[in-house]
């Protein structure tokens, strides 16, 4: 019986006075037996908390009563287990770092296209105006081997920092595509997406709420392979149930 909920979320808003919230934050999750990492940054706040359901959604009440942190929206998944050992709370420069300052999500997001809009694309192959559809994992390339979206391009990168580099040597080859991007929960397609608008790639798109928002609305429909995640379970199926080890490595060797 799965009675730990898991939840990730992210959220890029302006925030000061970080060593301050962080001790009001921990002590919360403390006081409540929550166990997970929490990053806050100048530029927002990226989460992944787990623990009883009363709890934990008694803590996002407490989290959201501050205005900055009303918007917050999150993804849900349950496990019979606890997936983290202890729970942490680090200060950052960035939530996700990109080296590209100027790319401020709280300013504006990309264009973003929801899961279920996406089936219909992917289903058909083109887009509501008869573009191709490509899709762009921005992953690392140890998690594109857990899984990935059928015929997906990703470059093989082993941090972030070197994704805007990759997608900007493709920029003429995909010139007559509309491209979707995307990540494990939306996260680091808010700044690529507009790296790529940026870099007058217009035909593109972020995949809103990324794979595991994907895997609760669709399912694995045009997905081949699990989703890893960042904590002790390692990775999810498209259903949202956890895996063993041994089988995940079996399935990460068909997906390559």
């Not at 959201?64 to 929206?73: Q, V």
């Not at 995940?248 to 060797?253: D, G, N, P, T, V």
């Amino acid at each position: 019986m799965k009675l730990i909920l898991n939840i990730a979320a992210y959220l890029f808003v302006s925030l000061d006075g970080l060593s301050d919230l962080r001790t009001k934050m921990l002590n919360e999750c403390n006081n409540r037996g929550l166990k997970g990492t929490i990053l806050l940054t100048g530029e927002g706040i990226n989460l992944f908390l787990a623990g009883k359901e009363m709890e934990l959604r008694g803590f996002l009440d407490w989290l959201r009563a501050d205005s900055r942190f009303k918007p917050l929206e999150v993804k849900e998944s349950w496990s019979e287990d606890q997936p983290f050992k202890k729970m942490l709370i680090k200060l950052k420069n960035e939530i996700i770092r990109m080296n590209h300052p100027a790319i401020r999500p709280e300013e504006g997001r990309a264009n973003f296209i929801k899961p279920q809009k996406l089936r219909e694309w992917l289903d058909r192959g083109t887009d509501d105006l008869g573009r191709p559809v490509v899709m762009v994992d921005t992953r690392n390339a140890f998690e594109v081997d857990y899984g990935t979206f059928e015929n997906a391009l990703h470059f093989n990168i082993e941090k972030f920092t070197e994704f805007p580099k990759a997608i900007a040597a493709h920029k003429e080859a995909l010139a007559d595509k509309t491209l979707v991007s995307f990540c494990t929960g939306g996260i680091r397609c808010e700044k690529s997406g507009l790296y790529m608008r940026e870099i007058g790639m217009q035909h593109s798109y972020q995949l809103e709420g990324g794979i595991l928002k994907y895997f609760e609305e669709v399912g694995s429909a045009h997905y081949k392979g699990s989703c890893f995640v960042f904590d002790e379970r390692e990775a999810l199926e498209p259903t949202l149930d956890s895996i063993p080890i041994e089988e995940s490595i079996r399935k990460k060797l068909k997906v390559g």
